[in-house]
């Protein structure tokens, strides 16, 4: 019986390591042609100043690494990835609170920090195989200012956009 207990409990811990992502456009949660046709026509994104979140425009942020890449807060999950590389940008307050989706070009941690505050994710999505889109996570913002900080990328570039939840 114990055998058959811990064989059991080794399966349940095993599973959710070994599980893959899902490969191919159709396999998101959610539609992203959208964000997907817009990340793949990122500029790059400027240096100063906050860009509108309504714009629905994709920028690529430039990353270095970590310890010299000035986030204005550390990462809320430490970088698996060596280099460890990281960017942020900064997005201008809103007229209103309102649901999010972040979208990513590649595989990377990102924190969302308004008014000091890390906002947790309401829902996330990725898939491998699909061109210019890898991932995007939903998030509640207030109409505050937000940073968004892009960590453990796997490269010196990664394009992302901010459009509203429709």
Known sequence: MRFVISLLAACFIAHPAGAAEPSGCDKFAW???KEQGLLGKAQTAPVDGELDRNAARAVTVKLGPLES?????APERKPKKTPALAGYVQFGKAAGPGLYKISLSAGAW???VQEGRYLKPTAFTGATDCPN???SVKFELGAAPFTLQVSDAPATGIAVVVTPVE
């Open 110 to 112: 990102i924190d969302i």
């Open 133 to 135: 889109i890898r991932k």
């Open 69 to 73: 890449a000035g986030l204005p807060s």
């Open 31 to 33: 539609p992203l042609e």
